[in-house]
């Protein structure tokens, strides 16, 4: 079974406090992504990682950088926390081969409270 | 952009009935995928479907990947209280395989 563990699954942070939120997957997939999900606004890309190193900006990539040193690890960084970024963040990560791209596996999210 | 339209946006049903809910788009998809999410939790993946016309269980769930791919849907024979939860749909359009495209989910509530 593919496991996908984000390493808070509560957070509680102060306005201009520097966050990381980890994410490890251990199916060696090539993709990962994060998310952010808030009431009427569903999911929200912020940032995908292609492989290692690699990254390019979702759809609201602002206020927020990400790190991918390892397959295995990827981390979003809020680098000075502001109340509108109080969401539950979702990682994913997916498998891609040959071309093609596969199912996308959720970890369990991480719900960030920033006061 | 994109978006997936699912209907319908929420179910109250009696417990031991059976459910269907939907998910369409304007643009041609080549993978569609259903998850369950539970309060607080992350989404949990369901059925992931490849081919136009395709059927797959799991359990009591049934999902089919509509001929002309631009919809799906998703079957729950003889629910149980514990199916209660948002289900999305999902998928990556033909042109674009990278992003997945979410459904803004159907919440389900089951009366015991």
């Known amino acids: 079974d593919v496991k996908v563990t984000q390493s808070s699954r509560y957070l509680v942070k102060r306005t201009g406090e520097k966050v990381f939120l980890e994410c490890v997957q251990d199916?060696?997939?090539?993709?990962m992504f994060w998310y952010r999900q808030d009431p009427g606004l569903g999911l929200r890309l912020i940032y995908f990682?292609?492989?290692?190193?690699?990254?390019e900006k979702g759809d609201i990539p602002e206020g927020y950088s990400v790190s991918r040193e390892k397959k295995e690890r990827f981390s979003l960084i809020l680098e000075s926390a502001s109340t509108n970024q109080t969401s539950m963040y979702l990682c994913?990560?997916?498998?891609?081969?040959?071309?093609?791209?596969?199912?996308?596996?959720f970890g369990p999210g991480t719900r960030l409270t920033v006061t | 952009g994109q978006q997936l339209n699912q209907s319908p946006q929420s179910m109250f049903i009696q417990e031991g009935e059976d459910v269907s809910m939907n998910c369409t788009s304007s643009?041609?998809?080549?993978?569609w995928l259903w998850y369950k999410q539970d309060p607080g939790e992350g989404p949990v993946l369901l059925i992931a479907?490849?081919?136009?016309?395709e059927l797959t269980s799991n359990g009591r769930l049934t999902a089919q990947f509509g001929i002309t791919r631009k919809d799906s849907f998703l079957n729950i024979s003889a629910s149980i209280p514990s199916d209660v939860g948002i289900y999305f749909c999902?998928?990556?359009?033909?042109?674009?395989?990278?992003?997945?495209?979410f459904g803004p989910g159907t919440s389900l509530s089951v009366i015991p």
């Open positions: 199916m060696d997939h090539e993709n």
């Open positions: 643009s041609i998809f080549n993978t």
């Open positions: 990682s292609y492989d290692v190193k690699m990254k």
């Open positions: 999902a998928g990556n359009e033909e042109t674009s395989y990278d992003k997945v495209i």
């Open positions: 994913a990560s997916r498998l891609q081969r040959g071309g093609w791209t596969y199912e996308q596996y």
């Open positions: 479907l490849y081919k136009a016309g």
